[in-house]
């Protein structure tokens, strides 16, 4: 018996030292494989690199948001903007979702709005139905909601709505670095629903 517990004791001395030595211990190694856990480390991903999609349409990660590499353009000729750019993205879900195309394909994010337009009125340019934020109708899945220029960003910025409900609305969004989804508020005042973020102009809508 007590050279049972001294060979046991000198085993698990030895793997000890040994696992502290070693690059890996294949033992923890399918451990880890048997029960996986949660890693506290985060992993950067590369610039190009799919970290979110909604009904099919990837968002790409795009490092900084000035970043751009190249224009994307279907290989029907429709532009589709700077890759992984927030317009991009908005663009390139309107064509495979619903094979939209913009009769107007350039501009900023903030331009896809038109201040100009009464409430639930038609936008030519972007051939979408458009509401403004305080609109009988609230955002709903699939609508693009769009943000106006800021301080910091004079160019706006663009996501498509995944969730609405109550008082609360989802947005996926490219080119915010890994937050690709961002929950809004939604307010009812008088028959009128406003989504709870200063920057937003509105939302459009495919008829």
């Given at each position: 018996m007590i050279?049972?517990?001294?060979y046991i004791c000198f085993y698990l001395c030895f793997m000890s030292l040994w696992a502290?030595?070693?690059s890996f211990c294949p033992f923890e190694?399918?451990?880890l494989q048997l029960?996986?856990?949660?890693?506290?480390?985060?992993f950067q991903p590369r610039i190009g690199e799919v970290i979110d999609r909604f009904n099919n349409v990837e968002v790409y990660y795009n490092g900084d948001v000035g970043n751009v590499f190249g224009r994307n353009v279907t290989y029907d000729g429709y532009n589709l903007g700077l890759n992984y750019q927030c317009v991009e993205y908005i663009k390139r879900y309107y064509y495979y979702v619903y094979d939209h195309k913009m009769p107007n394909s350039y501009g900023h994010a903030k331009e896809?709005?038109?201040?100009?337009?009464?409430?639930r009125k038609y936008n030519p340019k972007r051939d979408l139905y458009q509401f403004t934020n305080?609109?009988?109708y609230r955002p709903l899945p699939g609508d693009i909601i769009v943000f106006d220029s800021t301080h910091k960003n004079p160019f706006?910025?663009?996501?498509?709505v995944t969730y609405s409900k109550g008082d609360r609305c989802e947005i996926i969004q490219q080119n915010v670095g890994q937050k690709s989804r961002e929950m809004l508020g939604v307010m009812e005042r008088q028959g009128k629903f406003f989504v709870l973020d200063k920057d937003v102009l509105g939302w459009l809508r495919k008829g």
């Amino acid at each position: 018996m007590i050279k049972s517990l001294k060979y046991i004791c000198f085993y698990l001395c030895f793997m000890s030292l040994w696992a502290s030595q070693a690059s890996f211990c294949p033992f923890e190694s399918y451990a880890l494989q048997l029960f996986p856990q949660k890693s506290n480390q985060h992993f950067q991903p590369r610039i190009g690199e799919v970290i979110d999609r909604f009904n099919n349409v990837e968002v790409y990660y795009n490092g900084d948001v000035g970043n751009v590499f190249g224009r994307n353009v279907t290989y029907d000729g429709y532009n589709l903007g700077l890759n992984y750019q927030c317009v991009e993205y908005i663009k390139r879900y309107y064509y495979y979702v619903y094979d939209h195309k913009m009769p107007n394909s350039y501009g900023h994010a903030k331009e896809f709005f038109n201040p100009k337009l009464p409430d639930r009125k038609y936008n030519p340019k972007r051939d979408l139905y458009q509401f403004t934020n305080g609109s009988e109708y609230r955002p709903l899945p699939g609508d693009i909601i769009v943000f106006d220029s800021t301080h910091k960003n004079p160019f706006g910025h663009a996501g498509i709505v995944t969730y609405s409900k109550g008082d609360r609305c989802e947005i996926i969004q490219q080119n915010v670095g890994q937050k690709s989804r961002e929950m809004l508020g939604v307010m009812e005042r008088q028959g009128k629903f406003f989504v709870l973020d200063k920057d937003v102009l509105g939302w459009l809508r495919k008829g």
